[in-house]
C-alpha cells in the first residue's frame, strides 16, 4: 500500500506570494493532519481534517487555510507569504474518526524569500 | 494544556552504546504516547507506541514503557548502530470525545548521532 504523498516537495516562493501544497493520504484513511515544522517553533499543529470536515484547528492566522475533497486528498493554502512562514510542512493522515496513529508524508520543504 | 518534554540533545553515542532518551508529559484524560524518527531530509516515521499504562512499545530493537505514576515514555535500546543516527520525537496525544481525531503534541526532538 502507497504511503502518504505529498507534492510538491520543494517550493520557493517570494513575500507576498500565495501557495498551495498538496496531500495524497494513504489509501482508505479519511484524516488528515497538517503540521509545520521549523527550526525555532519545532513541529506544531496546523489542522486537521475528516470526511471534508475542518474539525481541530491550531493556533496559526488566517492566512492558513486548508480543505478537504471527497476522495480524502487534502491541500493547505498559505496567502500573503511572509519570511518566517519558510518551513517543512508535513501531512499525516489516519485510518478512523478516532485512530490513534498518524503516518506522515515525506513533507514539502517551502522557502520564501 | 497537553505538553512533552524531552530531554535536550544532541546525543552523541559510539557504536553498540546503550541509548536512553527521556520523555516526561503531561496531559488530560489519558493519552496515547508515540516515539516518531526522522531521517536528515525525510518525514516522520512512527518508531512505536503505546497506548494504556503499562504497555511496551517496541520495534527495531528500541522499547518504550508507558508509566502513568512518573508521567515517563523514556526510549531505551541496548546497542545502537550508525544507521540509528536520526531525530527522535516524543508525542502524545490525548483524546476528548470519541469523535475528535486530537492533534499530536510533540516535544522539541532530540538528535541523536551514533559515531562508529
Known amino acids: 500500500k502507497a504511503g502518504v504523498t505529498q507534492t510538491p516537495r520543494y517550493l520557493i516562493k517570494t513575500r507576498g506570494q500565495q501557495v498551495t501544497l498538496s496531500c495524497s493520504p494513504i489509501s482508505g484513511h479519511r484524516s488528515v493532519s497538517w503540521y509545520q515544522q521549523t527550526p525555532g517553533q519545532g513541529l506544531q499543529f496546523l489542522f486537521e481534517?475528516?470526511?471534508?470536515?475542518?474539525?481541530n484547528k491550531g493556533n496559526f492566522p488566517g492566512r492558513f487555510s486548508g480543505r478537504q475533497f471527497s476522495n480524502s486528498r487534502s491541500e493547505m493554502n498559505v496567502s500573503t507569504l511572509e519570511l518566517g512562514d519558510s518551513a517543512l510542512y508535513l501531512c499525516?493522515?489516519?485510518?478512523?474518526?478516532?485512530?490513534?496513529?498518524?503516518?506522515f508524508g515525506p513533507g514539502t520543504r517551502l522557502t520564501v524569500l | 494544556g497537553d505538553s512533552v518534554t524531552q530531554m535536550e540533545g544532541p546525543v552523541t553515542l559510539s557504536e553498540e552504546a546503550f541509548l536512553t532518551i527521556n520523555c516526561t508529559y503531561t496531559a488530560t484524560g489519558y493519552p496515547s504516547l508515540f516515539w516518531y524518527v526522522q531521517y536528515p531530509g525525510e518525514g516522520l516515521q512512527l518508531l512505536l507506541k503505546?497506548?494504556?499504562?503499562?504497555d511496551k512499545g517496541s520495534n527495531k530493537g528500541f522499547e518504550a514503557t508507558y508509566r502513568k505514576e512518573t508521567t515517563s515514555f523514556h526510549l531505551e535500546k541496548g546497542s545502537v548502530q550508525v544507521s540509528d543516527s536520526a531525530v527522535y520525537f516524543c508525542?502524545?496525544?490525548?483524546?476528548?470525545?470519541?469523535?475528535?481525531?486530537?492533534?499530536?503534541?510533540f516535544g522539541t526532538g532530540t538528535r541523536l548521532t551514533i559515531i562508529p
Open positions: 503505546a497506548t494504556k499504562a503499562d
Open positions: 499525516a493522515s489516519s485510518s478512523t474518526a478516532t485512530a490513534d496513529t498518524q503516518y
Open positions: 508525542a502524545l496525544r490525548a483524546f476528548l470525545s470519541n469523535f475528535g481525531n486530537e492533534k499530536l503534541t
Open positions: 481534517y475528516f470526511s471534508e470536515t475542518q474539525r
